[in-house]
């Protein structure tokens, strides 16, 4: 008796399932090129955060800190996520300072609106390519489906054509359908647990986000108001 291979089952299945595998590979490979960009963005942003806290809450002087972070970008080196918010909001504050006939909540304004375009960039950023992993977790399953019912479809079409109906005959079809399903959960899971997880920390970022711009602005109030 010739035992069933996986790979041999594959090879042997019907067009229409051979299509539905090659899809579902390239979802999951798709998946997982993307897990492991997001995987590498989102780590990157929540250690900048820290980075930038530790820099901005240690009393340096926020113009040598702006200054810090001009001199970083003419030495190519990338900044990201909160410091970017920090100067947008500090150049639009010096900016609209230094012109005597913008009144104190004017330049507020300016900077505060400067800091919500930054964090609407940032956390652009931090979402990119998102929606598909939860599209392909939700998506996958379904598309395997197709494919199990096809196999199984065809399956039964070539067992009315026998005479005798015994598990040899049949059982080929079916393993092969159901590789699809197989498949289809093999695409779905990764990407679902890797969604769930980049959502929670995308959310933890950008809250820290908000509340540092919050604790900037009142920063940039009290200095407004001091003259």
């Known amino acids: ?23 579902l590979l390239a979802l999951s490979v798709i ?3 993307i897990i492991v960009q997001r995987y590498l963005v989102l780590n990157a942003a929540k250690s900048g955060v820290r980075s930038f806290e530790e820099r901005f ?9 702006y200054k810090e972070g001009t001199q970083m970008q003419k030495e190519d080196i990338q900044i990201v996520g909160m410091e970017n918010i920090f100067r947008a909001g500090f150049k639009e504050f010096m900016r609209l300072r230094q012109q005597a006939s913008v009144d104190k909540e004017a330049i507020m304004e300016g900077a505060q609106r400067a800091m919500r ?38 399956a039964f079409i070539g067992l ?12 080929p079809g079916i393993a092969e359908a159901l590789i699809a399903t197989a498949m289809g959960l093999f695409a779905a899971i990764p990407a679902v647990v890797a969604y769930n997880r980049y959502s929670a920390l995308l959310d933890a970022i950008t809250s820290s986000y908000v509340t540092f711009s919050d604790e900037f602005s009142s920063i940039l109030h009290r200095q407004v108001h001091s003259n």
Not at 59 to 65: A, I, K, R, T
Not at 133 to 144: F, H, M, N
Not at 160 to 171: D, F, K, M
């Open 57 to 65: 809450w240690s009393g340096m002087d926020l113009s040598q800190l």
């Open 117 to 154: 375009v930054a964090f609407a960039r940032e956390e652009e950023k931090l979402e990119r390519h998102l929606p598909f992993l939860a599209t392909v977790g939700s998506v996958s399953p379904y598309i395997g489906l197709f494919g199990t019912v096809i196999g199984i479809m065809y």
């Open 1 to 23: 008796m010739n035992e069933l291979s996986p790979i041999q089952l594959i090879l042997d299945a019907s067009f229409e399932v051979k299509i539905v595998m090659i899809i």
């Open 31 to 33: 998946s997982w090129v």
């Open 160 to 171: 009315a054509g026998q005479s005798q109906a015994t598990l040899q005959v049949v059982a």
